[in-house]
């Protein structure tokens, strides 16, 4: 691999990355937001209410066009468990900040190269 293709490659993987992490930020931006209708739909679920509202449903008492996912036996508790796995797997990535480095290794420093060059010919030094 020449130099040019190596930096053209590292390029790549940088653009990919910051545009992941942008997009991965605007999803954990709109999931914190979330966090207090997820509580109240909660909350509604574990209370009176919503047995309440299940069983007018079960009594035909609602009328037909009302949407009524919410009262599904396991459609809230699903959403719930869903977001809890996410929350797990989103632990397992979280690093203490002890191990983030604050600032990019300089060369030669951490881990090798993975694309190390194949028989690269040596430019010779700019004077």
């Known amino acids: 691999m ?3 293709e190596r930096i053209a490659r590292y390029e790549e993987i940088l ?6 992490v942008g997009e991965l930020e605007a999803a954990l931006d709109a999931y914190e937001s979330v966090q ?3 509580a109240a739909l909660e909350a509604y679920y574990t209370g009176p209410e919503w047995r309440e509202d299940f069983e007018a449903d079960e009594a035909g008492l609602l009328p037909r066009d009302l ?4 009262l599904s036996e396991d459609g ?5 468990d869903w977001m809890k796995e996410l929350a797990e797997r989103l632990r397992a990535y979280a690093a203490p900040a002890e191990d983030v480095p604050e600032e990019p290794l300089p060369d030669g420093c951490g881990e090798e190269d993975p694309l190390p060059d194949k028989q690269e010919e040596k430019e010779p030094p700019v004077r």
Do not use: P, Y
């Not at 653009?15 to 992941?20: P, V, W």
């Not at 949407?67 to 919410?70: A, I, L, Q, S, T």
């Open 2 to 4: 020449t130099r040019e």
């Open 15 to 20: 653009e990919r990355a910051n545009r992941i």
């Open 36 to 38: 207090d209708d997820l």
């Open 67 to 70: 949407k009524r996912g919410v």
């Open 76 to 80: 809230i508790a699903d959403a719930l």
